[in-house]
């Protein structure tokens, strides 16, 4: 009933500074913990995690195989 006719009167209005900085601070932690595992678990099954970063990997492949060819047996340039 308060909190309807005070609405301010939330514990958030009093929160210092430093408190709002410890939790984003927490937070942002968390949620690159949470991104990590995420994107490791989704590589560990090999599904692609969107259509861009397939194509991403599809590519890295490719000129990974493309330089393996350039320093084969013939070295650089000589085909």
């Known amino acids: 009933m ?3 006719l005070f609405p301010n009167m939330l514990p ?8 709002k ?5 927490t937070l942002r ?4 913990e949470v ?3 995420l994107r490791s678990t989704l590589k560990e099954t090999g599904l692609p995690v969107s259509a861009e970063n397939a194509q991403t990997t ?5 000129f990974r195989k493309v330089r393996a060819l350039e320093c084969g047996p013939y070295g ?3 085909y």
């Open 2 to 4: 308060a909190l309807k």
């Open 12 to 19: 958030s209005t009093y929160e210092g500074q430093t408190s």
């Open 21 to 25: 900085d410890a939790k984003a601070k």
């Open 29 to 32: 932690s968390t949620r690159k």
């Open 35 to 37: 991104s990590t595992f």
């Open 58 to 62: 599809e590519f890295k492949e490719f």
């Open 76 to 78: 650089r340039g000589d």
